[in-house]
């Protein structure tokens, strides 16, 4: 959309010259002013980076709806029971194997948003993910969480590039989603993913599984927040409280209950 365009360039040149109008105005005598013009250019800049679902500087999809360009909105009542399944942080060699064979039992399917540098080690489990009818998408090559949203052009840009081009060598896919790790995307991102044909993709359902080892607890809070054409999200690569593999725990379970619910997993 326009507006998301325009709004992403008024941000990002407004923390450009915020400091140049800052000492400008502090020079003159004007220091709240000055202040001022930093605060809110930071102001607008983190809300945008640090609220995952927050569109005011380029498009977030949160719904099946919007991912198949129905409209904007979170899955509204009357949809179909479709929800889209996305995996993050794989493929993971003690994980992706029995996701995909839960996958299959219960006839679902996927989007595995893998990290390229996990994608380039275990290049045979990106195939099956492929050749079992789910969908690869972009991740960052080396997931850096607690850095990646304060990331610049260059460092940003290099992240989702060697991400897209690994997967393209190993896969011959041009992946069509990406995932900013914890959905941190600041408008740099959100430029750069539009400059290369991606779409950023949020999140409507999450048990906290990055975080989070208990199942049960996973699990409760998956079931309150799922709805007819929300996005799920879930995590591979963590071990449970209980001493097993975290990701096929909670996906056996959270298939049973989708079946029971009358809800199918699809890929837009
Ligand atoms: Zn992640």
Request: one cysteine or more; proline letters at 5%.
């Amino acid at each position: 959309m326009r507006w998301r365009r325009t709004l992403r360039h008024v941000v990002i040149f407004w923390n450009v010259l915020a400091p140049f109008a800052a000492i400008t105005l502090v020079l003159g005598s004007y220091t709240w002013l000055g202040l001022a013009v930093v605060v809110v250019g930071h102001a607008m800049w983190l809300t945008s980076t640090m609220i995952p679902s927050c569109q005011w500087c380029g498009e977030v999809v949160t719904s099946l709806a919007q991912a198949r360009g129905d409209g904007d909105s979170a899955g509204a009542e009357g949809q179909d029971k479709e929800v889209w399944l996305t995996i993050d942080d794989g493929p993971h060699p003690e994980d992706t194997p029995h996701l995909l064979d839960l996958l299959d039992a219960h006839q679902a399917k996927a989007t595995f948003f893998f990290i390229g540098a996990h994608a380039k080690k275990h290049r045979k489990l990106v195939r099956q993910v492929i050749k079992r009818g789910h969908e690869v998408a972009n991740h960052t090559m080396n997931h850096p969480q607690y850095w990646f949203w304060a990331y610049g052009p260059g460092a940003a840009d290099r992240e989702m590039d060697e991400c897209q081009k690994v997967l393209g060598d190993v896969a011959d896919v041009t992946p069509r989603w990406f995932r900013a790790p914890a959905g941190f995307k600041n408008p740099i991102v959100q430029r750069h993913a539009e400059k290369t044909g991606m779409r950023v993709v949020g999140w409507s359902a999450r048990g906290r599984d990055g975080v989070v080892t208990d199942k049960e607890q996973v699990l409760q809070r998956l079931y309150s927040e799922i709805r007819p054409g929300g996005i799920i999200l879930m995590h591979e690569g963590r071990v449970a409280d209980n001493g097993g593999r975290l990701a096929p725990q909670v996906l056996g379970a959270l298939l049973e209950w989708l079946g029971k619910n009358g809800y199918r997993c699809v890929v837009p």
